[in-house]
């Protein structure tokens, strides 16, 4: 094409000087809300020790009300919104924004929210395998009248190495599990409490059973699509969400709002150590800490 316009960013080829603006990216995190993407860009840049406070980082994606994006360094950070479809069309739009800036070895990661299975509230799940509603690792794609299946098995290194990071925190579990994506909140999660219900209490939970024996550990509704795209692009890619109830107990979130706040945080705490011990920074800040703690 003589020009690429990233339409849903409000960036284009023509437009912009991608290579200059985002040729150092290294990480890219996504999730859906923009304000959760926008705090978790202004956490990144406390935690890598970038110039200023970290509060004037403005959306590059401010001329479109779709998706929010923000930068911290090496760090991309942008909402992909609710549901399959809306991270699908980010997730082209960025891959191709990564191709044009001529990015390299980049790790993507969503970190989110989701129901749990048969775990605490407050437990951060590691996807190994994303998988559909019937429990299998793949992802439908209807290209033209064909229905395509594509893989949605992750990374399994960098499964293991996150897994091996959060050794480091000790305030919340994390474990590895399969996740269950699902089209819908309501009736596609088993949900009792939706506008609308074709199915008995009883129902629900023999279904909810058999996905916590199948390996599933947490719902949500982005997983597949995720993990489909990322490996037919070559990214390495993962998934770190964090559970907000048990669904085996309920099927409304009732934790008051400060917990639900500081149970989002748990995944980005995760990702931050992640990120800072890739780019060596992660044992020499902690130096720092303990020669502050030592000499006062």
Known sequence: MDEDVLYHLNLGTKTHNLPVMFGDVKFVCVG??????????????????????????????????????????????ISHGMGVPSISIML???????????CCDVTIIRIGTSGGLGIDPGTVVITDIAVDSFFKARFEQVILD?????????????????????????????LIGHTMCTYDFYEGQGRLD???CSFSHEKKLEYLKRAYDA??????????????????CGLKAAVVCVALLNRLEGDQIKAPHEVLVEY?????????????????????????????????
């Open 32 to 77: 859906g809300s923009p304000n959760r993407m926008k705090a978790f860009a202004q956490f990144m840049h406390k935690e890598l020790g970038l110039e200023g406070d970290g509060k004037d980082l403005k959306d590059i994606c401010a001329g479109t009300d779709r998706y929010s994006m923000y930068k911290a360094g090496p760090v991309l950070s």
């Open 194 to 196: 939706g506008a609308l």
């Open 92 to 102: 082209h739009e960025l891959i191709k924004l990564l191709h044009h800036a001529k």
């Open 146 to 174: 064909n229905i395509v299946v594509r893989s949605t098995e992750l990374d399994k290194d960098l499964v293991e190495e996150l897994l091996n990071c959060s050794k480091e925190i000790h305030y919340f579990p994390t």
């Open 215 to 232: 390996g599933v550990r947490n719902i949500e509704m982005e997983s597949t699509v995720f993990a489909a795209i990322c490996g037919l």
């Open 264 to 296: 989002q945080q748990r995944p980005q705490h995760l990702i931050s150590i992640f990120i800072k011990k890739r780019l060596g920074l992660y044992n020499q800040m902690e130096l720092l800490d303990n020669a502050f703690f030592l000499n006062n």
